[in-house]
């Protein structure tokens, strides 16, 4: 049973930064693709960021030089640095993984999400 366990959000000022990890356990596929992903109320689903196996990574946009996603094998957590956090940053973020690679994501698995709140 692949299980997802995201941790680290919280409340931050404008031009804060917050660090998010999810503990990931059960999935056992070599080839994967792991990511972030942000929902805001009244708002689509978006993709953040991206890593896969072989250590690609790819960012919206909206948060690229500002976010870093990175990943210990050792301890099988993803994380997701966020630096100069916006009030738009605003948003529930969850973690997913699946088999692929970055560009070719299959998003099998989620967690259950971890609030971000930027105040101004």
């Known amino acids: 049973q692949v299980q997802l366990v995201e941790s680290g959000g919280g409340s931050v000022q404008v031009g804060g930064s917050l660090r998010l990890a999810c503990a990931a356990s059960?999935?056992?596929?070599?080839?994967?693709?792991m990511a972030w992903f942000r929902q805001a109320p009244g708002k689509e689903r978006e993709g953040v960021a991206f890593?896969?196996?072989?250590?690609?990574?790819s960012y919206a946009a909206s948060v690229k030089g500002r976010f870093t996603i990175s990943q210990d094998n050792a301890k099988n957590t993803l994380y997701l640095q966020m630096n100069s956090l916006k009030p738009e940053d605003t948003a529930l973020y969850y973690c997913t993984t699946g088999p692929g690679v970055v560009g070719a994501c299959n998003h099998n698995y989620w967690g259950q999400g971890t609030q971000v709140t930027v105040s101004s």
């Open positions: 890593i896969d196996s072989t250590g690609v990574t």
């Open positions: 059960g999935y056992t596929d070599s080839r994967y693709c």
